[in-house]
């Protein structure tokens, strides 16, 4: 099959990022990343549930990325860690604790 060819046959409202963010949205909801199933994901979308393979090679490879974006999201930006050394502390403590009680089983 063409690359051409497959990208017609793609949604074009379809993305990794959207599924990505889906996806995070579900487990946001669940309570754990793994608790998510395809099925669910491609209900939220309304598109079949394998479209997502499309985009991920596998489940794992989704549940991988979404890991990805959950630990990226414990550093905050940089312009909040400002003043000494306990400030910031506080700063990573609290953002830290902002993610992971939104993904406990993590």
């Known amino acids: 099959m063409s690359k051409q060819h497959d990208q017609k046959n793609r949604n ?18 669940a309570g754990d990343v ?6 669910q ?14 985009y991920f090679p596998s489940k794992g490879a989704l549940v ?7 630990v990226s999201s414990l550093l ?5 860690l400002t003043g000494d050394w306990r ?9 830290a604790y902002r993610v992971l009680s939104t993904y406990p089983a993590l």
């Open 76 to 80: 905050p930006e940089d312009d909040l």
């Open 64 to 70: 991988d990325a979404m890991h990805k974006r959950i």
């Open 34 to 39: 793994q608790k998510i199933s395809l099925r």
């Open 87 to 95: 400030e910031r502390i506080k700063v990573l403590a609290r953002q």
């Open 12 to 29: 074009p409202a379809l993305s990794a990022e959207l599924f990505l963010t889906t996806a995070l949205q579900l487990a946001e909801e």
């Open 41 to 54: 994901l491609g209900k939220a979308l309304n598109v079949d549930p394998t479209a997502v393979y499309r």
